[in-house]
């Protein structure tokens, strides 16, 4: 997340002064549970990806497609992914055990 | 050149809005308010004014209207009382919080229920913690400066806050009155054009005007907000310094009247100022030492200066066109709460008057100096001034 600003650096009235900012705001933080994702046993198989809700694993295309890291500033902790894993490569943890 | 003029202070109050020739005004009728905008209207008609004039379905909408236009970049009037102004309330919040200087004459009336349509301070004293800025008017002719004044400041750069300015409903806005009316041109160049910084219509410079905050940005606003109305104080002591050069009157925080060496002293807004003035030349033409001290900036409150002013005299008492159940009345409140720190305070007493339009009479306003000088008196107990049921 990006470091607050105080009152004295902010536009007033809650004023956005600069267009197409919605990029910048991440939605990530919602989340009580982190899918933790065991790379070593996955199988690429496609499953969460398509069913992810937020759109958020991303894969590397190619002639067979790869699954990567989830993006955390997205992800809202659903748990779709880790219910819908044929291996169980994925697992709920508390967020609160996360710095980040 | 001025001119004297017989006019109502509605008919003030519209030709200050003729003479800053707003770019928009939103217009829905309200006894007593209604006759401000007739007026406007047959300007409107006559092509005395090229203003954009909204007739919309309701005040909710009519400050809907004026938030819409002023966060686009125009100068926003419209008016409204009582009932009118409380279904305001929701909007009234968006023009401060969106820091819009919307300009809004309000035609003191009383709040339902029971329904009544005369004047007292209820429906202004509802909203005084909404972030709009305050002043009350005796007569027409502060009416129709104030109106100047209220739009140079919430304009101003420092400001960006919304502001109503507050007369007695009928009796002032019916009672026709000589006054001055001052010359177009010089009050046109007065207020000039307003000139916001950023504004929505802009489409060399895109902005978003009243988005979404929580826990992370609101308090931050908020503070915002509450820094500007502190800052309107003293900017408003110098618009009035400007506005004085034209008008050769002086726009203080609040009047006083006979108050230096006063032992008692009436505080008491609007038109009810105006009576206590009669009875303060009867009483000190028999040497009885009375004053009056008239707030005319409500919002912000002058709380150092009035604590000033009303340091070393003996009794004072405020009269309060409004009630606030199960607390303070809204004036006495103030006043008490800036005597805190005083060291020499006067003994205070509080007075309820006028609700829903009753006439409060000069021998009643002496009856109040005259209990005051006495000394006499609970300080914790309310009075209520023409109240049957109630020994006076």
């Given at each position: 997340?990006?470091?607050?600003?105080?009152?004295?650096?902010?536009?007033?009235?809650?004023?956005?002064?600069?267009?197409?900012?919605?990029?910048?705001?991440?939605?990530?933080?919602?989340?009580?549970?982190?899918?933790?994702?065991?790379k070593e046993k996955c199988t690429n198989c496609?499953?969460?990806?398509?069913?992810?809700?937020e759109d958020c694993i991303p894969v590397e295309k190619g002639e067979k497609p790869v699954r990567k890291?989830?993006?955390?500033?997205?992800?809202?902790?659903?748990?779709?992914?880790?219910?819908?894993?044929?291996?169980?490569c994925i697992e709920m943890k508390e967020e609160a055990g996360f710095n980040e | 050149m001025s001119k004297i003029m017989p006019f109502t202070g509605a008919q003030a109050v519209a030709n200050a809005m003729r003479q800053i020739n707003p770019d928009v005004v939103a217009v829905f009728p309200i006894t007593p308010q209604t006759e401000i905008m007739m007026q406007f209207a047959k300007f409107h008609a006559d092509g005395d004014v090229d203003t954009e004039l909204v007739r919309v379905e309701s005040e909710h909408s009519a400050m809907s209207c004026c938030v819409g236009a002023s966060a686009a970049g125009a100068r926003a009037i419209t008016a409204t009382a009582s009932a009118g102004l409380a279904l305001m309330w929701e909007i009234l919040g968006v023009a401060s919080g969106s820091r819009l200087p919307i300009v809004m004459p309000v035609v003191n009336r009383a709040l339902s229920s029971p329904i009544n349509i005369h004047c007292d301070h209820s429906d202004a004293m509802g909203c005084r913690d909404h972030g709009w800025i305050q002043i009350f008017n005796e007569n027409a002719q502060e009416a129709y400066e104030s109106v100047f004044l209220a739009v140079k400041l919430a304009e101003h750069p420092d400001v960006l806050l919304?502001?109503?300015?507050?007369?007695?409903?009928?009796?002032?806005?019916?009672?026709?009155?000589?006054?001055?009316?001052?010359?177009?041109?010089?009050?046109?160049?007065?207020?000039?054009e307003y000139q916001p910084k950023k504004w929505l219509l802009n489409t060399d410079d895109p902005v978003t005007v009243g988005p979404l905050e929580l826990q992370d940005y609101f308090f931050e606003t908020q503070k915002q907000r509450a820094d500007a109305m502190m800052k309107a104080k003293e900017i408003y002591l110098s618009v009035g310094r400007e506005l004085s050069k034209i008008t050769g009157k002086e726009y203080p925080y609040f009047e006083g009247y006979q108050l230096d060496d006063a032992e008692a002293v009436i505080i008491v807004m609007n038109s009810t100022a105006g009576n206590t003035k009669a009875v303060i030349d009867k009483m000190r033409s028999e040497g009885k030492k009375v004053g009056l001290l008239k707030p005319r900036l409500f919002r912000p409150f002058p709380y150092e200066e009035i604590a000033k002013a009303l340091s070393g005299k003996r009794y004072a008492a405020i009269l309060d066109r409004a009630e606030s159940y199960g607390a303070n009345a809204p004036l006495y409140g103030e006043i008490k709460n800036a005597l805190y720190e005083v060291q020499e305070k006067p003994k205070l007493k509080s007075y309820i008057y006028?609700?829903?339009?009753?006439?409060?009479?000069?021998?009643?306003?002496?009856?109040?100096?005259?209990t005051l000088l006495s000394g006499d008196f609970d300080p914790m107990e309310v009075g209520h001034i023409g109240l049957r049921g109630e020994s006076q």
């Open positions: 997340m990006a470091k607050l600003k105080s009152y004295k650096e902010i536009p007033i009235g809650g004023m956005i002064e600069k267009a197409g900012n919605s990029e910048d705001f991440k939605t990530g933080d919602w989340k009580t549970f982190r899918p933790v994702w065991n496609m499953i969460c990806p398509v069913l992810c809700p890291e989830t993006d955390f500033d997205y992800c809202k902790g659903c748990g779709i992914c880790a219910k819908v894993c044929p291996v169980k | 919304p502001a109503m300015v507050c007369l007695d409903g009928f009796i002032t806005s019916h009672g026709v009155q000589n006054m001055e009316l001052f010359e177009d041109k010089e009050m046109k160049d007065f207020v000039g006028g609700l829903g339009g009753r006439n409060i009479f000069e021998a009643e306003i002496e009856n109040v100096f005259e």
